[in-house]
C-alpha cells in the first residue's frame, strides 16, 4: 500500500462543478503539499499546509492532522483547471508524492 | 528572474552511455532537488540539497550522483546509463519563511534510454 493515496484518480466534470481531491498517508509528517501538473508537463506548487485550512483564489486546502487525510477543493471550475493535482507528503527525512489526480473541465 | 531552468529538454542515450542533467536557479534559494517522474507513478525524489557543498540522498539515489559547488547550479549526473532510468526528471528550489515553504520547479527533461 502506498503510503501517500489519492482519489479519485481520474475525475471529469463539468464547469462550473465543486470539485473535491482527497489526499490519505499513512506516514507522520511536517507538511503536506499540493501541486498541479500542467498538460504540458508544468509543475506548479499550489499549497503548503501543516495544519488547519489555506485559501488561495478559488482554491481552498484543509488537512486534519489525526485523520491524516486533507482536501484540496476547486469552487466555481473552470475547464483550465483541467490538470493532475499531486499531494505530497514531507516527513522529516523523505517527501512521498502521491500518484496525481487527472482532472478534466468539460466547458 | 529566470526561476528554475533546466537544460536538455529531451535527451536519447544508449545504454551505458553518461550525460549531466543541468539545473539552474536564478532565485537564492538554498534547498534545491531532483526528482524523477515515471508514467502513471508518483514524483520520487533522487537528491537533495539545503545549500552549497551539502547533498543528501533521497528515495531513489542509485545510478545518479549529484554535486552542489554554488547556490545556483545542482547538476544530475547518470554515470551509466540504464532502461530504467527512462523518465522525465524534474529539477525544483525552494525556500522556508516563517514555517512555510514553496517550491518552484523547472520544465522537466525527458530523458529516453535505448
Known amino acids: 500500500k502506498n503510503e501517500v493515496e489519492q482519489s479519485p484518480q481520474n475525475l471529469t466534470a463539468q464547469e462550473g462543478e465543486f470539485i473535491t481531491i482527497n489526499c490519505s498517508y499513512s506516514?507522520?509528517?511536517?507538511?503536506l503539499h499540493w501541486l498541479q501538473q500542467h498538460p504540458g508537463g508544468g509543475i506548479v506548487s499550489l499549497f503548503m499546509?501543516?495544519?488547519g485550512k489555506k485559501k488561495h483564489g478559488r482554491l481552498i486546502a484543509t488537512i486534519n492532522i489525526q485523520e491524516k487525510h486533507s482536501s484540496l477543493h476547486i469552487t466555481a471550475s473552470h475547464p483550465r483547471d483541467s490538470a493532475v493535482y499531486i499531494c505530497a507528503a514531507r516527513a522529516l527525512d523523505k517527501i512521498i508524492f502521491g500518484k496525481g489526480t487527472r482532472l478534466h473541465i468539460l466547458p | 528572474n529566470a526561476g528554475v531552468t533546466q537544460t536538455p529538454k529531451f535527451r536519447i542515450l544508449k545504454i551505458g552511455q553518461s550525460m549531466t542533467l543541468q539545473c539552474a536557479q536564478d532565485?537564492?534559494?538554498?534547498?534545491m532537488y531532483w526528482y524523477r517522474q515515471d508514467p502513471g507513478m508518483g514524483l520520487k525524489l533522487i537528491y537533495y540539497s539545503v545549500g552549497a557543498g551539502i547533498t543528501d540522498k533521497g528515495e531513489v539515489p542509485n545510478g545518479y550522483n549529484v554535486s552542489r559547488s554554488t547556490t545556483e547550479d545542482f547538476p544530475l549526473r547518470l554515470e551509466l546509463a540504464a532502461p530504467s532510468q527512462t523518465s522525465v526528471y524534474f529539477c525544483?528550489?525552494?525556500?522556508?519563511?516563517?514555517?512555510?515553504?514553496?517550491?518552484?520547479f523547472g520544465p522537466g527533461t525527458r530523458l529516453l534510454v535505448l
Open positions: 506516514v507522520g509528517i511536517s507538511a
Open positions: 499546509l501543516s495544519s
Open positions: 532565485m537564492n534559494h538554498n534547498y
Open positions: 525544483a528550489s525552494s525556500y522556508s519563511r516563517g514555517g512555510q515553504e514553496t517550491q518552484y
